[in-house]
C-alpha cells in the first residue's frame, strides 16, 4: 500500500511558477514510477507528465512540454512538478500517482497506476 500526498498547489498569475510536490508512504517509492495527471470539471483526468523508476527519463504531455519538470527524489520519498509560465489554461486540480507495470514505454495512461494522490488545486488567473 502506498499512499500519496500532494502540495503546493494555490492561485498563480499568468506567467507566473508554482512548484506541486508528492509525498509518498512506505519503503518501496523508488519501485514505483510516478506520474502528474490534471483534471477540470467536466473533462477526463488527463496525464502531464511521468517519471521513470530512478529519475532517469521523463515524458511529458505535448501542452506542458518546456514549461513543466517533473523530477523525484527517491531519498525523500517525493516526486516534483516544476511548473513555469503558466497559462489559465492550466487550471486543474493536480494529481500525482504511482504504478508498477512491467515493461512501460511513453507518458502512461490513467490505468497504469494503482495509487493516486486526493489531489491539489492549481488557479492561473489574473
Known amino acids: 500500500q502506498v499512499q500519496l500526498v500532494e502540495s503546493g498547489g494555490g492561485l498563480v498569475q499568468p506567467g507566473g511558477s508554482l512548484r506541486l510536490s508528492c509525498a509518498a508512504s512506505g519503503r518501496t517509492f523508488s519501485s514505483y514510477y510516478m506520474g502528474w495527471f490534471r483534471q477540470t470539471p467536466g473533462k477526463e483526468r488527463e496525464v502531464v507528465a511521468r517519471i521513470s523508476r530512478t529519475g532517469s527519463t521523463t515524458y511529458y504531455a505535448a501542452s506542458v512540454k518546456g514549461r513543466i519538470t517533473i523530477s523525484r527524489d527517491n531519498a525523500k520519498n517525493t516526486v516534483y512538478l516544476q511548473m513555469n509560465s503558466l497559462k489559465p489554461e492550466d487550471t486543474a486540480v493536480y494529481y500525482c500517482?504511482?504504478?508498477?507495470?512491467?515493461?512501460?514505454?511513453?507518458?502512461?495512461?490513467?490505468?497504469?497506476?494503482?495509487?493516486w494522490g486526493q489531489g491539489t488545486q492549481v488557479t492561473v488567473s489574473s
Open positions: 500517482a504511482a504504478g508498477r507495470v512491467p515493461g512501460i514505454v511513453g507518458l502512461s495512461t490513467r490505468a497504469q497506476y494503482e495509487y
